[in-house]
């Protein structure tokens, strides 16, 4: 059987930067390395699932130069699977150089494809959809996205729109008819009420070998760009020839929507991308009576539904409802929980007045 | 004309804590301290527009002792004329104190009983209306009470129903029907369109001499009780016991609201008694598309009416409305300025949970 023998990799992208947690994030503090799930930061946490799927040795992560230092230090991996991009081009080229990279140590590979910024609840049912999405990946040669069942209407997600069933022995996996972009709300109510789309989570599994014949066949720029960025370690010259090179699209975009190898499994893990304060809110069960405190210690008076994010000082909250309230010591934001997609209007502001040093 | 005769003086009432502005107020930091008009104090506001009515020689301050050191330092007045209260017992005792303590030294002496934390635009319209209510006392011997025409139906005042004009040469004053209480939001309504009622501002302008006799027919526990309180200033322990044994009471309830000799002159110089964070965002003008900013520098992102007393962290807003943002450096609040006559619920709350330093 190939798929018992298919060694597992994880490969952890953490190229995102996070105007949207502003000021809790910026530059030089990126999301992943926020630390919003019980004290552990979004990029522990990641890790975390991905040993679990992969094991210590064959656990890799991507991500940018000016988060190089940060990101080897809070993850503690050797420099030698941090796969430090020389500028920033979207996922696609992410995920062609680290497939190309394991492929060239381990042909045989199956990769998991994580953000390092996602915030999972049931770690035992994502493992079982890795387990499950791999085996698919290693005896059928597709490319596996996972789709999150969804539980609102949520117009800040792309979406799946999953086709026929496969049949055993990959029982519970579709075919994909096509991806969706973010819709407007009706439309998403739509979505919702049908059963038959999911949310894009950017969660993917594949074996090295079928990505890198999809992008061939589908993102032949990308193929060729990437084309060095095998055997061994590519210098630094080389590396930012083949970055500037590779065309700056998600791999979604490059490969996922054009090849007819993409299969889907429904999962409902529980799954946030934490794309915004709101979503944030939601994930830590900010609603109704309940407000959330990620950190710092609060006083509330009639004051429900809100996020905290405290520092050093106490916050007291009188009467307010569904706002951000976000303490990162140099900087405070006050912001409604349902405005929270506007923020980068705020951070624009700020880098505006010319206060480099808190964006 | 005794009118031009009779020296002015000024007493400035400083006894108040100010649990309602909390967190930039507190028992150390207490309200008439706060910087909220344009830099600088509202004690040293007040100071100034006593100094204006009774010159620098007779403008005087009473505080409670565990202020003593900080107002005495605010004002710059010296230690003969700050009186220092041994305790908090309302303003009945304090009023009664300064005018045996005045009469004492300047029998003639017509007083403006000012409170140091209050706020007026019209410094000029201030003056002219003290000077004629000074005429007025002087000559006449009445207890003049300066009423605020209303611009609002207020509930968190108390209201002065004035009655028959007063003819020439005080034309423009009004005799005194009846005090009442802070109304509801129904009768306060009815109260503005009438035109009758006015605020009751707690500006008094007297004789030491119409005073002093006030108290005596209408409170005379209190005139006993401070009668030893005359010609030199009292020994600590004689002080002490004065003030226990004088009734707690407001120089309102203990004779104002007794006395058939209170006029009221009509006043419109711009007032509030920077009573609450909602009060103070109305005296500086936050409201449709404005917000106010005490101190601090603020982005603001769709975010009117808003009143921001910033610290040394920038404070951004999104999409807010009708909040007090307060950073206070070793606490924070975030209210909804409409709400901000229950901050004593945070108060409470924060003195509860142990934090003495921060209340």
């Known amino acids: 059987m190939r798929q018992a023998a298919a060694p597992?990799?994880?490969?952890?992208?953490?190229?995102?930067?996070?105007?949207?947690?502003?000021?809790a994030s910026r530059a030089a503090r990126p999301k992943p390395l926020?630390?919003?799930?019980?004290?552990?930061?979004?990029?522990?946490?990641?890790?975390?699932?991905?040993?679990r799927f992969a094991g210590e040795g064959r656990t890799w992560l991507v991500c940018g130069r000016e988060h190089a230092a940060a990101m080897r230090s809070e993850?503690?991996?050797?420099?030698?699977?941090?796969?430090?991009?020389?500028?920033r081009r979207n996922t696609a080229p992410a995920v062609a150089w680290a497939a190309r990279h394991i492929a060239a140590r381990d042909p045989g590979a199956v990769l998991a494809v994580l953000a390092a910024d996602?915030?999972?609840?049931?770690?035992?049912?994502?493992?079982?959809?890795?387990?499950?999405?791999?085996?698919?990946?290693?005896?059928?040669?597709?490319?596996?996205?996972?789709?999150?069942?969804?539980?609102?209407p949520?117009?800040?997600y792309g979406y799946i729109r999953i086709g026929e069933k496969v049949g055993s022995p990959h029982a519970g996996l579709h075919r994909v008819r096509r991806f969706v972009e973010k819709p407007a709300e009706a439309r998403a109510r739509r979505y919702v009420r049908s059963g038959a789309y999911l949310w894009n989570a950017g969660i993917f599994v594949w074996t090295a070998r079928a990505i890198l014949e999809e992008i061939e066949a589908h993102a032949p720029e990308l193929a060729a760009a990437t084309a060095p960025l095998g055997a061994r370690s590519p210098r630094g010259t080389a590396l930012a020839r083949a970055y500037r090179q590779a065309p700056p699209l998600s791999i979604d975009h490059a490969v996922l929507e054009r090849s007819r190898r993409v299969w889907c499994l429904p999962v409902s893990f529980g799954w946030s991308d934490v794309g915004t304060w709101r979503s944030l809110a939601e994930a830590?069960?900010?609603?109704?009576?309940?407000s959330a405190v990620v950190a710092g210690e609060v006083v509330s008076v009639d004051a429900p539904g809100n996020l905290v994010w405290g520092g050093e000082r106490l916050v007291a909250l009188l009467g307010v409802e569904g706002l951000a309230v976000v303490d990162a010591g140099d900087?405070?934001?006050?912001?409604?929980?349902?405005?929270?997609?506007?923020?980068?209007?705020?951070?624009?502001?700020?880098?505006?007045?010319?206060?480099r040093d808190l964006v």
Chains 1, 2 share one sequence.
Not at 8 to 23: D, N, Q
Not at 75 to 87: D, F, K, Y
Not at 128 to 148: D, F
Not at 333 to 352: C, M
Request: glycine share 12%; charged share 25%.
């Open 8 to 23: 597992r990799h994880a490969v952890i992208l953490a190229g995102g930067a996070g105007e949207r947690f502003w000021p």
């Open 34 to 51: 926020l630390r919003v799930a019980g004290g552990a930061s979004l990029l522990a946490a990641t890790l975390a699932r991905a040993r």
């Open 75 to 87: 993850s503690g991996l050797p420099a030698s699977r941090v796969l430090v991009e020389p500028e």
């Open 118 to 152: 996602h915030r999972i609840d049931d770690a035992r049912a994502f493992q079982a959809a890795l387990a499950k999405a791999a085996a698919a990946a290693v005896s059928r040669g597709v490319l596996v996205t996972l789709g999150v069942r969804p539980t609102r």
């Open 154 to 156: 949520e117009t800040g």
């Open 284 to 290: 830590l069960g900010a609603r109704g009576g309940r």
């Open 331 to 355: 900087a405070l934001l006050v912001a409604r929980l349902d405005r929270s997609d506007e923020l980068r209007r705020v951070v624009a502001e700020v880098r505006g007045r010319g206060h």
